[in-house]
């Protein structure tokens, strides 16, 4: 038996040792590279490998950094709440109201997330433009008679691209956890007395909580660190901290900075996070 | 049908519309003859089209992105195999740890991934071509190929497996002749989403070429004149059609993947 169990493990990590080496190299590596660099300092090319913390220092008390970090995660924080807003329903709609075609509109749903995220991002600028489609639309239709502003090259523009591009990403895990919901549940708070609102409330959306979960969590982290989005439609005042750990690494020249600003802001992610699994544990842990 | 449901669906029908409305206009401005990408529309042309073919820019990059894009899909695609044959196999220590860790580049920020692969290309004084941007896409499609090939593997009987062992055959001879030709569907899907997902692909891409750009990245470039916007959606339209085609094949693989058991049985 315990031979049996040995040749098992050895068989398995015979097949898994090549990927799991190659994540090593390529990610386990880089990350650890990039810790290790952002202990260090830079000027100009000659590399200073004193251990400092200067670095984590600029980056918590630099008011532009602040700032940033700030706006990131407000920025990312929003898009997730209105993403799940949005994408809860529609999730809803399809499980329960979908009938035959739930895999229609599943397919439906994917169908807009084939372009590549780039063009799509890029598209918002076009559509929020001050000489752009909605713009142009709505002063074609007469229903405004000058071009509204407060739209593109600020946080709202960011905003609103990043709740459509990240869309599926939440309708498709809050579908699967409504799926999974024993509609028998539902029949039994029903014969309870259990009104609709009640039903919803208290049945399922605690046993659809997973997938919420899931969901948000999909969208927060990878968004804190979008580069593209705030690049193409946030102008100034939307920039986010993507954009200046790029900046770092390009025209500014400090490597370590940027990757103290990068183990920051994943040091920050991987807390939010955490915290916001532990905050909703008790509807979770049933799984 | 009840009121609230009238509600659900007039919101369902509304949301889809919001989701649909960029992609809708890459291909409306492609063919509309105005320079300036507003309403109302001017006429048609195929000009922007005509355009894309003079650009030898443009064909270098497509170049580069084809050999990105088939290499790291194919490499993905193999440890993909080797990660999910195992992980549906065996039964072993360390194996949830060890794959939680190898899928992480799913959820990870990808400027995190582009940075950290950037600070060791340089303090290895690595320089940047073509092929640092083939490993970076391999440890992004890796995660997408493992968990297609996944409900493949998972799909497999593995009575199929003793018999052929039963009947003589060695462990390659199974896999090769049993197990491959079961599981081959799963690797087409992988091959084609990661193929699209490479195709896609700007971060990684931006932060690891080095003078040789991939079409993500010549695109970005395009983005600063608004002369060439015309010309930009419409290689975005072509992209879209490539995307929308590749995807469904790969569905379709995918599906018979799944379906593949019971045609066997």
């Given at each position: 038996?315990?031979?049996?169990?040995?040749?098992?493990?050895?068989?398995?990590?015979?097949?898994?040792?090549?990927?799991?080496?190659?994540?090593?190299?390529?990610?386990?590596?880089?990350?650890?590279?990039?810790?290790?660099?952002?202990?260090?300092?830079?000027?100009?090319?000659?590399?200073?490998?004193?251990?400092?913390l200067?670095?984590?220092?600029?980056?918590?008390?630099?008011?532009?950094?602040?700032?940033?970090?700030?706006?990131?995660?407000?920025?990312?924080?929003?898009?997730?709440?209105?993403?799940?807003?949005?994408?809860?329903?529609?999730?809803?709609f399809?499980?329960?109201?979908?009938?035959?075609?739930?895999?229609?509109?599943?397919?439906?749903?994917?169908?807009?997330?084939?372009?590549?995220?780039?063009?799509?991002?890029?598209?918002?600028?076009v559509?929020?433009g001050?000489?752009?489609?909605?713009?142009?639309?709505?002063?074609?239709?007469?229903?405004?008679?000058?071009?509204?502003?407060?739209?593109?090259?600020?946080?709202?523009?960011?905003?609103?691209?990043?709740?459509?591009?990240?869309?599926?990403?939440?309708?498709?895990?809050?579908?699967?956890?409504?799926?999974?919901i024993?509609?028998?549940?539902?029949?039994?708070?029903?014969?309870?007395?259990?009104g609709?609102?009640?039903?919803?409330?208290?049945?399922?959306?605690?046993?659809?909580?997973?997938?919420?979960?899931?969901?948000?969590?999909?969208?927060?982290?990878?968004?804190?660190?979008?580069?593209?989005?705030?690049?193409?439609?946030?102008?100034?005042?939307g920039?986010?901290?993507?954009?200046?750990?790029?900046?770092?690494?390009?025209?500014?020249?400090?490597?370590?900075l940027?990757?103290?600003?990068?183990?920051?802001?994943?040091?920050?992610?991987?807390?939010?996070?955490?915290?916001?699994?532990?905050?909703?544990?008790?509807?979770?842990?049933?799984? | 049908?009840?009121?609230s449901?009238?509600?659900?669906?007039?919101?369902?029908?509304?949301?889809?519309?919001?989701?649909?409305?960029?992609?809708?206009?890459?291909?409306?401005?492609?063919?509309?003859?105005?320079?300036?990408?507003?309403?109302?529309?001017?006429?048609?042309?195929?000009?922007?089209?005509?355009?894309?073919?003079?650009?030898?820019?443009?064909?270098?990059?497509?170049?580069?992105?084809?050999?990105?894009?088939?290499?790291?899909?194919?490499?993905?695609?193999?440890?993909?195999?080797l990660?999910?044959?195992?992980?549906?196999?065996?039964?072993?220590?360390?194996?949830?740890?060890?794959?939680?860790?190898i899928?992480?580049?799913?959820?990870?920020?990808?400027?995190?991934?582009?940075?950290?692969?950037?600070?060791?290309?340089?303090?290895?004084?690595?320089?940047?071509?073509?092929?640092?941007?083939?490993?970076?896409?391999?440890?992004?499609?890796?995660?997408f190929?493992?968990?297609?090939?996944?409900?493949?593997?998972?799909?497999?009987?593995?009575?199929?497996?003793?018999?052929s062992?039963?009947?003589?055959?060695?462990?390659?001879?199974?896999?090769?002749?049993?197990?491959?030709?079961?599981?081959?569907?799963?690797?087409?899907a992988?091959?084609l989403?990661?193929?699209?997902?490479?195709?896609?692909?700007?971060?990684?891409?931006?932060?690891?070429?080095?003078?040789?750009?991939?079409?993500?990245?010549?695109?970005?470039?395009?983005?600063?004149?608004?002369?060439?916007?015309?010309?930009?959606?419409?290689?975005?339209?072509?992209?879209?059609?490539?995307?929308f085609?590749?995807?469904?094949?790969s569905?379709?693989?995918?599906?018979?993947?799944?379906?593949?058991?019971?045609?066997?049985?």
């Amino acid at each position: 038996m315990i031979f049996a169990i040995r040749t098992e493990t050895k068989k398995g990590w015979r097949l898994l040792s090549i990927p799991f080496i190659f994540s090593l190299l390529l990610l386990a590596a880089p990350l650890t590279m990039m810790f290790l660099l952002s202990f260090w300092t830079q000027d100009y090319l000659v590399l200073d490998k004193t251990f400092t913390l200067n670095n984590y220092i600029e980056a918590a008390t630099q008011p532009v950094y602040q700032l940033l970090f700030q706006r990131s995660l407000i920025i990312s924080l929003t898009v997730t709440f209105f993403t799940v807003l949005l994408a809860y329903p529609m999730a809803y709609f399809i499980s329960f109201h979908g009938g035959e075609r739930k895999a229609l509109w599943l397919f439906l749903i994917t169908i807009p997330f084939w372009t590549s995220y780039l063009l799509r991002m890029f598209l918002w600028k076009v559509i929020l433009g001050y000489n752009g489609v909605f713009n142009s639309l709505l002063l074609w239709l007469e229903m405004i008679t000058e071009p509204v502003t407060f739209i593109l090259y600020n946080a709202n523009a960011v905003v609103i691209a990043l709740t459509h591009g990240w869309a599926p990403f939440a309708i498709l895990p809050i579908f699967v956890s409504l799926e999974k919901i024993d509609r028998s549940l539902l029949e039994a708070s029903r014969d309870l007395g259990d009104g609709p609102f009640h039903q919803f409330f208290r049945v399922i959306l605690p046993l659809s909580a997973p997938g919420v979960v899931g969901a948000a969590l999909i969208i927060f982290i990878p968004t804190v660190g979008d580069y593209i989005t705030p690049k193409l439609v946030g102008g100034t005042d939307g920039l986010m901290i993507a954009n200046m750990i790029q900046v770092q690494f390009s025209k500014a020249n400090n490597a370590p900075l940027a990757a103290a600003l990068s183990a920051s802001s994943l040091m920050i992610v991987a807390f939010i996070s955490i915290v916001f699994v532990l905050f909703n544990k008790k509807y979770l842990r049933r799984y | 049908m009840t009121r609230s449901s009238k509600y659900l669906k007039f919101f369902a029908f509304t949301y889809l519309i919001f989701l649909y409305a960029p992609a809708l206009l890459l291909p409306i401005f492609s063919f509309n003859s105005s320079q300036i990408i507003a309403f109302p529309l001017t006429g048609f042309t195929f000009h922007w089209f005509e355009t894309l073919l003079h650009q030898s820019t443009l064909h270098e990059a497509l170049r580069n992105s084809l050999i990105v894009a088939v290499s790291s899909s194919v490499l993905a695609t193999i440890l993909g195999i080797l990660a999910s044959r195992s992980a549906t196999r065996y039964d072993f220590t360390g194996k949830q740890i060890s794959l939680t860790f190898i899928l992480a580049p799913l959820v990870l920020p990808e400027i995190i991934v582009g940075v950290a692969l950037l600070i060791v290309l340089m303090q290895l004084g690595l320089s940047l071509n073509l092929w640092s941007v083939v490993l970076g896409h391999t440890l992004l499609i890796m995660p997408f190929s493992i968990l297609i090939m996944n409900s493949a593997f998972n799909n497999l009987d593995i009575s199929l497996e003793e018999a052929s062992m039963d009947l003589g055959e060695n462990q390659f001879g199974t896999f090769y002749r049993i197990i491959l030709p079961l599981v081959f569907p799963g690797i087409m899907a992988s091959l084609l989403i990661g193929f699209t997902l490479s195709l896609d692909e700007f971060i990684i891409a931006f932060f690891l070429t080095g003078t040789d750009t991939t079409l993500p990245v010549y695109i970005w470039a395009q983005f600063r004149f608004p002369k060439k916007l015309p010309t930009t959606m419409a290689l975005g339209t072509l992209l879209l059609v490539t995307s929308f085609i590749l995807l469904s094949l790969s569905e379709y693989f995918r599906r018979r993947a799944v379906n593949s058991r019971s045609s066997v049985l």
